[in-house]
């Protein structure tokens, strides 16, 4: 394959995935690695992309941009919805669970409005409408506040809701992981509004599929410890997998491409990863 021709496909490939592996552009396009990481270095210095370690993604990636959520929704939809499955396995009746603005919050919203009677606090109106429009049994308790590019209700408003209250579980969706920031967002309102949620949960789970890793937004809402669980997908790179672990009270990867997502099979995949760190 031609330079021009790996160049058109893996720009087709950052902007479908938003973060791309090397190990995975070359099983791709069938070259070495060598290869890859030159065109990956041709295609930074043109602006095209932007390297980084192990491979690349989006260039601009402002820690302040926010993209909307019309344009979010529509992507790894296949990974949001295996994440989902296995956060709503979680839920019992009579809960009282936090839902944080976002596309996979808003995808376990849409499991959880068929689900048991729970009580539901939610900075999103896109996640308040689910239960709204379907036939859900479940009490939803929408904050006010100032409404950001993807559709978060945010500022002193939303804040001040969500400490008057208490809450069994945080579903929490994020802008970015990072080793050393933690979970993060473009948006220093919304890391408010995010950092208050935190603090009103006995127990705190993130939802971040795998391109999350790397990303980071200006402002840190917690430090990787401080969640009880990290559920991801099974495309999670493999030095993310170790640092998450070490890290997080619990990783979990669900497994994408199938109709059924347990949580067994997903602690098998870490496992799994874990067992082949250790031996490399």
């Known amino acids: 394959m031609l330079a021009a021709a790996r160049h058109s496909a893996i720009i087709a ?28 270095e041709a295609l930074d210095a ?21 993209p909307g959520f019309e344009l979010k929704v529509t992507q790894l939809q296949d990974e949001k919805m295996a994440i989902a499955r296995e956060a709503a396995a979680q839920v019992r009746e009579g809960m009282a669970v936090g839902l ?13 409005s ?4 729970i009580t539901v606090v ?31 209700l945010v500022g002193p408003l939303a804040t001040a809701a969500l400490k008057q209250l208490h ?9 970015g992981v990072d080793a050393d920031a933690g979970f993060t967002t473009p948006n220093v309102l919304e890391a408010e509004t995010d950092r208050a949620f935190v603090a009103a949960a006995r127990r705190v789970v993130v ?29 999670l790179a493999g030095e993310a997998r170790r640092i998450l672990g070490e890290r997080v009270g619990r990783l979990r990867l669900a497994p ?9 099979a997903a602690e098998a995949t870490v496992t799994a990863a874990a067992d082949a760190t250790a031996a490399g």
């Open 256 to 264: 994408t491409g199938t109709a059924t997502v347990g949580p067994a």
């Open 122 to 152: 939610t900075n999103s109106v896109r996640i308040a409408d689910v239960f709204h429009q379907g036939s859900s049994p479940s009490t939803v308790i929408l904050t006010g506040g100032e409404r950001t590019p993807s559709d978060a």
């Open 207 to 235: 939802l971040a599929d795998h391109t999350k890793w790397g990303t980071l937004g200006i402002s840190t809402i917690a430090g990787l410890e401080d969640a009880d669980e990290l559920i991801s997908d099974d495309r």
């Open 100 to 112: 944080s603005a976002g596309t996979t919050t808003w995808a376990l919203a849409q499991l959880l």
């Open 167 to 175: 809450l069994d579980v945080l579903f929490l969706g994020v802008h």
């Open 114 to 117: 068929a689900g048991p009677r």
């Open 46 to 66: 043109a602006g095209a992309l932007e390297k980084i370690h192990g491979g690349a993604r989006l260039p601009g990636g402002a820690s302040t941009h926010e």
């Open 13 to 40: 490939e950052v902007q479908r995935e938003r973060i791309v592996r090397v190990a995975d552009l070359a099983q791709m396009l069938g070259v070495s690695l060598m290869t890859v990481r030159r065109d990956i």
